[in-house]
């Protein structure tokens, strides 16, 4: 059984992330979290930038996918390269012009400054 979770990165009606940042933390939160948990299928941008969906299959709980997005987050913003970020060539991506590894990193930062939550419904920073 597969399970969708709708992971909001920043506050909805008040803030988006730039597309070509929030291009490349989608393409590097699918192959991180590949890394930190089982059962990642995808991970697809909210038309409106202010998230990611994060499909997996398995019974995993928001507690875990929240711990992986930070821990993604944190290595995004640390130590994250331009040669770690995949989809990058024409073969690979179908809009592989449109990155932003600069914005990634500060948006990133920006995200964990300002906590994640564990809970969708009360604010439980993690």
């Known amino acids: 059984r597969s399970y969708n ?9 008040e803030d988006a992330i730039p597309r070509a940042g929030l291009h490349t933390i989608e393409h590097l939160l699918a192959r991180l979290s590949r890394k930190r948990s089982d059962g990642m299928i995808d991970c697809a941008t ?3 930038r202010t998230g990611v969906n994060m499909i997996m299959w398995g019974q995993n709980r928001s507690s875990q ?3 992986v ?26 809009n592989y012009k449109d990155h932003s590894l600069f914005s990634a ?7 964990l400054s300002q906590g994640i939550s564990d809970d ?3 604010r439980h920073v993690i």
């Open 46 to 48: 909210f038309g409106c």
């Open 5 to 13: 979770f709708d992971s909001s990165l920043v506050q909805t009606k």
């Open 65 to 67: 996918i929240a711990q």
């Open 69 to 94: 997005s930070k821990s993604c987050l944190e290595e995004i913003a640390e130590t994250t390269s331009w040669e770690d970020v995949p989809g990058t060539t024409i073969e690979s991506c179908g």
């Open 120 to 122: 969708a419904f009360e």
């Open 105 to 111: 990193k500060e948006w990133a930062k920006l995200i």
